[in-house]
């Protein structure tokens, strides 16, 4: 069974920072994309950022320059790294892992931002 175990959300003020951690078994994480999306009350799934490829990196514009994607391969963990947040970034964090139209989910983090 695939997991993808998410942390980090929580509640901030507008300005604040979060650090999300999605970690992933061995297998999934040597060999799917990983990425992060979002999904707001009443919107859409949405891509935040993602790897498309050996340290190459895809953000949504909304989050370009605030927010940064990273991973450690030792612990088998992707990294989103928030600042500057804002009331429009709250949402429910999904870890994603991806390879050729298959797509595994994390269970989602709840991030909410005060203004």
């Known amino acids: 069974q695939v997991q993808l175990v998410e942390s980090g959300g929580g509640l901030v003020q507008a300005g604040g920072s979060l650090r999300l951690s999605c970690t992933a078994s061995?297998?999934?994480?040597?060999?799917?994309?990983m990425g992060w999306y979002r999904q707001a009350p009443g919107k859409q799934r949405e891509l935040v950022a993602r790897f498309v490829g050996d340290g190459i990196t895809d953000y949504a514009d909304s989050v370009k320059g605030r927010f940064t994607i990273s991973k450690d391969n030792a612990k088998n963990t992707v990294y989103l790294q928030m600042n500057s947040l804002k009331p429009e970034d709250t949402a429910v964090y999904f870890c994603?892992?991806?390879?050729?139209?298959?797509?595994?989910w994390g269970q989602g983090t709840q991030v909410t931002v005060s203004s």
């Open positions: 994603r892992a991806s390879r050729l139209g298959v797509n595994y």
């Open positions: 061995r297998i999934i994480y040597s060999s799917y994309v």
